[in-house]
């Protein structure tokens, strides 16, 4: 299970800025290396694993760590977001979401998020834009799993639609399940839920994220066995992965995400 970060490595303050920007990069941040870092809203602190200051102040994926009683103010989410709940319980006016839930919110949305006891949530922001995207609540927990490549790893979509290029799913992988010489066409995203990820370069706790490179080469693999997210996306000269639709009008008196 991943660690409880507050006992991870802290700075005071986050400061807009890029980190990982490059897509044909591999990257590798295990939940050691993350720096946590506070916030302008009480009781927030967000943990960066990407961020560009040209698209916004704030990471455009990262951890975010709720104390007990944290909230934002009511708020809009220009490019929509994805939120995954990891630990505690995350509130909003729809109800109470417990780990396991996973949210596509498309452009347009608002919500004043809180958590009672405290949670923490893996989030990607301004990534889902587009007016006819679907929104999606479900609870990787209570859903339902198909074969994937190989017996050993089990596989449940999360998200998947016309006319748009980004897939999202969940692989369970039982202990010992390994490929040789995978190749992932496209960019390829990973957040470990549970247990242990391994490549030929390293072995990444729960808390971990991965990003891999159109077409590159690596043997995959978990000892312990894993949980993990999964999201893929292409990459052309044509690609603009931080989609805002032209006429998002943010609601009176909130504050962008």
Not at 225 to 246: A, H, N, S
Request: hydrophobic share 35%.
């Amino acid at each position: 299970m991943l660690k409880d970060p507050k006992n991870m490595t802290s700075q005071s303050l986050w400061k807009p800025q890029k980190t990982h920007i490059n897509l044909l990069s591999r990257v590798a941040v295990p939940p050691e290396s993350i720096n946590w870092v506070q916030t302008d809203f009480t009781g927030i602190w967000f943990g960066c694993f990407e961020s560009d200051d040209e698209v916004q102040e704030h990471p455009v994926t990262m951890l975010t760590r709720f104390d007990p009683g944290g909230f934002f103010p009511l708020h809009g989410h220009p490019g929509g977001e994805e939120i995954l709940v990891v630990k505690g319980n995350f509130l909003d006016e729809r109800g109470v979401h417990p780990p396991g839930t996973y949210m596509l919110n498309p452009e347009g949305f608002i919500h004043r998020p809180y958590s009672e006891e405290g949670c923490l949530t893996f989030v990607k922001l301004r990534q889902h834009g587009g007016k006819t995207r679907q929104q999606v609540k479900t609870n990787i927990f209570n859903g339902s799993w198909q074969q994937g490549i190989i017996p050993q790893i089990q596989v449940q979509l999360l998200y998947e639609q016309v006319d748009y290029s980004e897939k999202v799913w969940i692989e369970r992988w039982l202990p010992g399940a390994q490929l040789t010489n995978f190749v992932e066409p496209e960019i390829k995203e990973i957040f470990v839920i549970e247990g242990t990820w391994s490549d030929e370069l390293g072995t990444y706790p729960a808390g971990s994220w991965l990003r891999y490179p159109p077409n590159c080469l690596y043997q995959p693999s978990s000892k312990t066995g894993c949980l993990i997210y999964v999201k893929t996306y292409p990459v052309t000269e044509r690609t603009v992965r931080f989609l805002v639709g032209d006429d998002f009008q943010c609601p009176e008196q909130t504050v962008l995400a």
